[in-house]
């Protein structure tokens, strides 16, 4: 399978400070994928690397097979909405399709005006007069109707409210089910993207701290609670990736791809909002010997 | 054509959930052979899913026999799900709630029975996989 963004050892460094370091990723193309991590923690950087704004300070990018920004053939495949969607006010939503029409040459101008029909919007409106939601779907049809292989759209849901956020989805899903391209989208709530996402990528501190397709991850993680015991006697099949206890109790977060027979254990399987929080909380409390054959790069 | 739900409370896997959302149109006889099911786009515009969870359920029904897609036109019902026996069934019901009312009997409350249960599932489908 060929890999939609490959990176190797990227990093990025603004003058002493990282913004992302050792990232090391190979994800398979087709997948709509979730770019999660607490506001900071370089999700606008790693887009803006992928898109070709930005340039690695170390460690290399490949995108589609190509380098990203690296002429107008690599930048037609990739489509890109920055963050707050933005569009310029001045102009007509009309006058946007035609600039979009000026500026690519694999523009599909019939797929851009059902799209406006769609959403109800008037040709001739200007774009600062238009509603966040509305402004979120004419930046989506512009990246769209260049007919990209790959869309990131960076923090895309964040201004808008929850009716706007469902119909942005919405439209989003459609296009990946017709036009089958790769997606990236990133939010610090991954409840925003649970439902439309299959890859997760999740960052914390510049670094990647997990990142696998999302059922893969569900099916290999489990929350296990018993009577207290100590985390060194589970076996070592399990990764302890959180654990609590009480005088009585003990409750672990574990990974394995073995099935978890020890009839002491209640186990649950988690969600991906509690296996995302784990792995943050893992971030900031780094326990030694993780294994990055599992992914998880430490 | 049926029209699908989602319930993101249930922790049950979304295709899990079109998957049965299908099997229990087909158990209802609101499904039957030869009737059409929503493709993947009308989903995904009415519950903003992922595409490939779509096509994952799709998938899963095709293995098991129940619907085929055809090229260019979508996915059709091909195959029929026995309704459960209403004689069975209501003799499984019938000794569930024995086993409850001796339950209650003995003192057990819902936790209880409940944990009981799910250790039960857990043995059983533990003995199943050996």
Redesign the interface.
Known sequence: MTAVIETNDLGKQYGRKWALRDCTLSIPE???IGLVGPNGAGKTTLLSLAVGLLTPTRGSITVLAGRPGDGPAQLEKVGFVAQDTPAYAGLSVGKHLLMGAYLNANWDQQLAKRRIDQLGLDLRQKAGSLSGGQRAQLALTMAIAKQPELLLLDEPLASLDPLAR?EF??GL??I???HGISVMLSSHLIADLE????YLVLLVASHIQLAGEI?EL?ATHHRLSGSRRDPRSLPSSHEVIEESHTDKQSTFLVRTDQ?I?D?AW??R?V?LDELVLAYMGQAHNPRPGRRSALGVVS | MIEFQLDTASGVATYLQLVQQVRQALQLGILEPGDQLPTAQQVVAKLAINPNTVLKAYRDLEREGLVRPRPGQGTFVVGTLPRIDPAVQGRFLASMTAWLRKAHAAGLGPDDIEAIYRTAVRNASAEGAA
């Open positions: 087709g997948k709509v469902r989805l919405q899903m459609e990946v089910a017709s439902r439309v996402c299959d059922t569900l099935p027979l009839p209640t186990v399987p969600t």
